[in-house]
C-alpha cells in the first residue's frame, strides 16, 4: 500500500516538539489564548462544548490496519475509549486533555499520520471516492490524483492565506461517491477518444449558501491538471472576497460573478502558467500511481459463499445491503456499518478499530477506508471470506445491513459536543434509527439517504439527503427544519425546505409520517423516496406531514 | 420610541478549564467551580463586567471566559437556555463529562 509521505518523519517529529513547546507555553501563561488559538487550530485542535477537540486527517479515507491499531490506541489511551469519523473522512477525539494533546501527535506520527492544516484557509484534506481503487465502475483511481494535488498544494506560497478554506474532491467513476458537486472544486475522471483526463466543476458547496458546482471544463486533459488548478485558485485569490467571511467561498465568486467569465479568466491565466510546468509534475504522478497499484487479486473457491448466502437469511441480507461490486472477479468491497440501531452515527470502539484492522489484515490486503457516509470500508476481499468477516463482525455489533438505508444516517456532532451548534443531531438520529428498526420497515423502504446537521454550516450534508434535517435555535427552543429532494450523486440537488419546522419532540413522528406517504404513493416498490418525490414533487409530503398533524392536533 | 430599559438578566461567569477543557463557573469566593449549582449569581449589570473582568484575567486556568443567563432555582442557578443546560450536564449520547462525575459522586 502507498505510504502516506506528505511530511517526512523528521519534518513531523519537529512540527509535534514545536507544538509541545507552545503547549507549554500556553500552561505557563507564557503565551495568551489569543496567541496561542491559531497555534492549536493548526495543529486540529479545538476547543468544544465539554473539552478539546482533536481532528486528525485520513488523506483520501485510506488507512493501514497498524493504522487503525493505533487509532484505537489513542482513543483507549487518550480518550473514552472510542473516536467518531466524520464526513470529511477524518476521527475526531472529543476528550483530549490539553496537556496529552502533544503525545497524542506524537503516537501519530509513530504511523505516519497527524492532525496537520486541518483547519485554516488553506486548501484542506483532498477527498476521494471510498471505493477508490475497487469499484467496479471506476476509470482509474483517483487517489494518485488526489494526492499528487495534495502534494502540490501543501505549502505552496501562494495558497496558505486564501480568503476561505478549499476543499477539493475527486472520484474516478462516473457514478459519484465523492460529492464532487458539493465541493470547491471537483474533479471527474473521464476518457475521451482514448485520452485519459476530468470533468472539472467548481463553485459547489454546502453551508449557509449552498450551491451546486457547475462545469468549468468538460475534458481537462490529465497532463494539464496541476497549472489548470492553479489557475482557478488563482483567479479566486484575485477575485474572491475578502471583506465578508459568509461571501469568501469560490461558489460565491462562480454565483456573482457567472461561471462563463470566470471559465474565461481562468483559460486566459491557464494558458499563460502552462509553460511553467515542465512535466515533472506527471513523472511524480506516475510514481505515485505506481504505489497505489492494486493488490494482487487472487482466485478462491466460492462454494461456502454460495452456501452461507442461500442458508443464511441474515448473512444474505448483509451481503446484499453492504457489500458493492467490486472491479476484480470473485471480489466485493464490503462497507461496515458503524450505524448501529441507536448508536451514534459515525462512532467506533476502540475493540471495534481493532476488530476492523484484523480483518483488514487478514482478508482485505491490509486495507481500510472511511467513507464521508461516516462508515469503514474493506475494498478488497473475496468473497470466499464473507462468512468468516461477517461472523466476526456480528459479535461486535458491526454486521448492521442497512447501507443506503434510513437508519445509515449522516449526522454531525450537534450540540451534544460542538460549540457552533444551535441544536441537537445525534439524538435525533438515534431515534430515527431505533423507530424504523421497530417498525422493521427499513428495507422495505429500501435507497433513502437522510442527512441531519446541527447548524447552517451543513457539517451534516443536510442539504443533499434526500431527507434532510436541520436543528435550530427559534426562541431558546431546538427547532427542526425538514428539506426534501436533497442528492449527493452526480445528479446533486440541494433540498427543498417543506415548511415550518418540528420540535425535538415531534421530528421523528413527522419522519415517520413522510415515509408513510411515500410507502403510499409510490408506483412501486422499486421507485426510491427520491424518485417518488421527483415524480409527485411536495404535495403529498406536505399534506403529510402538516395536514395530518394538524388533524392529529384537532381530534 | 423610547425604549424602555431591558430588565437585567441574572448572570454567571462560565468557560472551559484550559488543561481539562471541561466547563467551570466562577463562585462568589473567586474560585472555578464545576458545578453550576456553586457559581455566584450575578444580578447587578457592573457587578457582571467587574467580575467578567475577574475571569478573563486567569488566562493561565480558564479560555472562553462570558456570561450565561441564568435563573435564581431552588439549588442556586438554573440555565435560561439548553445550550447552557448542554454545557451543565455533558453529552446526550452518552453518560459522559459531568454527568460521569456526578454518578462517581
Ligand atoms: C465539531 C467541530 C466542528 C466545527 C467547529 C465545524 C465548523 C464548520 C464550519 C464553521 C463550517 C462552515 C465553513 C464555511 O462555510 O466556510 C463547516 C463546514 C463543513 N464541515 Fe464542519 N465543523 C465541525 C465538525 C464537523 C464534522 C464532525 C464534520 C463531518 C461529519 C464536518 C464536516 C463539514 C463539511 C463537509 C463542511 C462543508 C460544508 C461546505 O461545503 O461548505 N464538520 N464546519
Ligand atoms: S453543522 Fe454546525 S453543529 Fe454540526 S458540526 Fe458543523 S458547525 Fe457543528
Redesign the interface.
Known amino acids: 500500500m502507498y505510504k502516506y509521505s506528505e511530511f517526512d518523519d523528521a519534518f513531523l517529529a519537529q512540527r509535534n516538539a514545536q507544538f509541545r513547546a507552545q503547549v507549554e507555553r ?4 507564557a503565551l ?2 489569543d496567541e496561542f488559538k491559531p497555534l492549536r487550530l493548526m495543529n486540529g485542535l479545538y ?6 477537540m482533536l481532528r486528525v486527517a485520513i488523506p483520501y479515507g485510506t488507512l493501514s490496519s497498524a493504522q487503525m491499531r493505533q487509532l484505537a490506541l489513542l482513543a483507549e489511551k487518550w480518550d ?1 475509549g472510542y473516536g467518531h469519523f466524520t464526513t470529511r473522512q477524518n476521527i475526531q477525539y ?6 496529552d494533546v502533544p503525545d497524542m501527535l506524537d503516537a501519530l506520527a509513530e504511523v505516519g499520520m497527524h492532525a496537520i492544516q486541518t483547519s485554516g484557509n488553506t486548501i484542506r484534506n483532498v477527498t476521494a471516492d471510498h471505493f477508490a481503487g475497487a469499484a467496479q465502475d471506476e476509470i482509474a483511481d483517483p487517489r494518485p490524483y488526489a494526492e499528487l494535488i495534495r502534494q502540490w498544494s501543501t505549502d505552496h506560497p501562494e495558497f496558505q492565506f486564501l480568503g476561505r478554506k478549499f476543499k477539493i474532491a475527486v472520484t474516478g467513476a462516473p457514478h459519484d461517491r465523492a460529492v464532487i458537486k458539493a465541493h470547491d472544486i471537483g474533479l471527474q475522471v473521464v476518457e475521451q477518444d482514448g485520452e485519459r483526463g476530468f470533468r472539472v466543476l467548481v463553485g459547489g458547496g454546502l453551508g449557509r449558501t449552498p450551491m451546486i458546482g457547475k462545469v468549468i471544463r468538460d475534458f481537462l486533459p490529465e497532463n494539464d491538471i496541476l497549472p489548470y488548478l492553479e489557475a482557478i485558485l488563482h483567479v479566486y485569490n484575485l477575485l474572491g472576497r475578502r471583506d465578508n467571511k459568509y461571501k469568501a467561498r469560490i461558489k460565491i465568486l462562480v454565483h456573482e460573478t457567472g461561471i462563463d467569465e470566470i471559465r474565461d479568466r481562468v483559460e486566459a491565466k491557464f494558458v499563460e502558467i502552462r509553460p511553467e510546468f515542465s512535466g515533472s509534475d506527471m513523472d511524480v504522478l506516475a510514481e505515485i500511481q505506481d504505489y497505489f497499484a492494486p493488490p494482487a487479486f487472487t482466485d478462491k473457491p466460492l462454494d461456502a459463499y454460495q452456501e452461507a448466502y442461500d442458508s443464511d437469511p441474515v448473512f444474505r441480507a448483509w451481503v446484499d445491503t453492504n457489500i458493492a461490486p467490486h472491479k476484480a472477479e470473485g471480489y466485493g468491497i464490503v462497507t461496515i456499518s458503524i450505524k448501529a440501531h441507536g448508536e ?1 452515527p459515525g462512532d467506533a470502539t476502540a475493540d471495534q478499530m481493532r476488530l476492523m484492522a484484523d480483518l483488514a489484515e487478514a482478508y482485505g490486503h491490509d486495507e481500510l477506508r472511511i467513507s464521508h457516509e461516516q462508515n469503514v470500508i474493506l475494498p478488497h476481499v473475496h468473497k470466499a471470506d464473507l462468512p468468516a468477516i461477517h461472523a466476526a463482525l456480528k459479535e461486535a455489533r458491526l454486521a448492521t445491513a442497512n447501507l443506503g438505508l434510513i437508519s445509515d444516517i449522516i449526522a454531525c456532532p450537534g ?3 460542538c460549540a457552533l ?1 444551535t441544536a ?1 443531531s ?2 435525533i438520529a ?1 431515534e430515527i434509527a431505533t423507530r424504523f428498526d421497530e417498525l422493521k420497515l427499513e428495507h422495505e423502504i429500501g435507497e433513502l439517504k437522510l442527512k441531519i446537521s446541527g447548524c447552517i454550516n451543513a457539517c451534516g450534508h443536510h442539504h443533499v439527503g434526500h431527507i434532510g434535517i436541520l436543528g435550530l ?1 427559534r426562541a ?3 427547532n427542526y427544519q425538514i428539506t426534501l429532494g436533497g442528492d449527493a450523486t452526480e445528479d446533486a440537488a440541494v433540498g427543498t425546505r417543506t415548511g415550518p419546522g418540528f420540535s425535538a419532540e415531534d421530528i421523528v413522528p413527522a419522519i415517520e409520517r413522510l415515509v408513510r406517504a411515500y410507502l403510499e404513493v409510490r408506483d412501486s416498490p422499486g421507485e426510491t423516496f427520491l424518485q417518488t418525490y421527483k415524480r409527485l414533487g411536495m404535495d403529498p409530503f406536505k399534506t403529510a406531514l402538516y395536514e395530518e398533524e394538524a388533524k392529529a392536533d384537532a381530534a | 420610541m423610547a425604549r424602555a430599559p431591558r430588565p437585567f438578566t441574572p448572570k454567571v461567569v462560565t468557560a472551559n478549564d484550559l488543561l481539562e477543557g471541561d466547563v467551570v463557573y466562577l463562585t462568589e469566593d473567586d474560585q472555578w467551580t464545576r458545578r453550576l449549582s456553586e457559581a455566584e449569581i450575578i444580578t447587578d449589570e457592573a457587578h457582571a463586567q467587574l467580575r467578567l473582568l475577574h475571569g478573563e484575567r486567569q488566562p493561565e486556568v480558564v479560555v472562553g471566559v462570558y456570561l450565561a443567563d441564568v435563573s435564581q432555582g431552588d439549588n442556586g442557578p438554573e440555565p435560561t437556555h439548553f445550550r447552557e443546560d448542554f454545557r451543565r450536564t455533558g453529552p446526550s449520547n452518552y453518560p459522559h463529562g459531568k454527568q460521569e462525575v456526578s454518578a462517581h459522586v
Open positions: 500556553r500552561i505557563s501563561g495568551t489564548e476547543l468544544q462544548l465539554h473539552a478539546y473514552k472529543n476528550w483530549p486533555k490539553l496537556r451514534t450540540m451534544d459536543y451548534a441537537r445525534i439524538p438515534q435555535d431558546g427552543v431546538e
